[in-house]
Antibody
Framework: EVQLLESGGGLVQPGGSLRLSCAASGFTFSSYAMSWVRQAPGKGLEWVSTISVSAATTYYADSVKGRFTISRDDSKNTLYVQMNRLRAEDTAVYYC????????????????WGQGTLVTVSS | ESVLTQSPGTLSLSPGERATLSCRASQSVSSSYLAWYQQKPGQAPRLLIYGASSRATGIPDRFSGSGSGTDFTLTISRLEPEDFAVYYC?????????FGQGTKVEIK
């Protein structure tokens, strides 16, 4: 059974930093791209960042580019996101999501999601 | 970057009725890159449909997806009580993943 367990959320002041972790199990973590997707309170889903297999390629939403860094440790089956220079608009539940390969061989969709961790940016 | 617009914003239906949800892209989207998700309050999203029309593992056949180019549809043939939720479409393009704003299917 695929399991994704996020941790590291909490209250942080504007301008501060936070690192989220996602512990994965139930699949060969190193063989899949992984992502972070967030959801502000009462709002829709917003893709944040994706990391490919072997961390060969990383992708970022414009809203977080230059402030967030995604990484992975395949030896620990864990996904991370380092979030710096946090703003109030970064307040959201952050979901870790596993990506699956589509018929073209690209990892275009998210087939499993964690339960999320809440990040609140406020003074 | 393609923007996804979902309609209607809210759909009020009774159990047993048919639900038709629309997702329109501002630029043409490869069908391989279009997915649908269901989200219930306090829960993580769940994958329903990928590749525009393929059901994910364990998804009942009352859920179906169709469409191509810029117009995609999620159909729930007969609403069950557990289907009342928010539904999102999602696409990949230009090294970005984007979601529609969601359609809420509520009990009439």
């Amino acid at each position: 059974e695929v399991q994704l367990l996020e941790s590291g959320g909490g209250l942080v002041q504007p301008g501060g930093s936070l690192r989220l972790s996602c512990a994965a199990s139930g699949f060969t973590f190193s063989s899949y791209a992984m992502s972070w997707v967030r959801q502000a309170p009462g709002k829709g889903l917003e893709w944040v960042s994706t990391i490919s297999v072997s961390a060969a390629t990383t992708y970022y939403a414009d809203s977080v580019k230059g402030r967030f860094t995604i990484s992975r440790d395949d030896s620990k089956n864990t996904l991370y996101v380092q979030m710096n220079r946090l703003r109030a608009e970064d307040t959201a539940v952050y979901y870790c999501a596993k990506q699956e390969f589509d018929t073209t061989g690209f990892y275009s969709y998210f087939d499993y999601w964690g339960q999320g961790t809440l990040v609140t940016v406020s003074s | 970057e393609s923007v996804l617009t979902q309609s209607p914003g809210t759909l009020s239906l009774s159990p047993g009725e048919r639900a038709t949800l629309s997702c329109r892209a501002s630029q043409s989207v490869s069908s391989s890159y279009l997915a649908w998700y269901q989200q219930k309050p306090g829960q993580a999203p769940r994958l329903l449909i990928y590749g525009a029309s393929s059901r994910a593992t364990g998804i009942p056949d009352r859920f179906s997806g169709s469409g191509s180019g810029t117009d995609f549809t999620l159909t729930i043939s007969r609403l069950e009580p557990e289907d009342f939720a928010v539904y999102y479409c999602q696409q990949f393009g230009s090294s970005q993943w984007t979601f529609g704003q969601g359609t809420k299917v509520e009990i009439k």
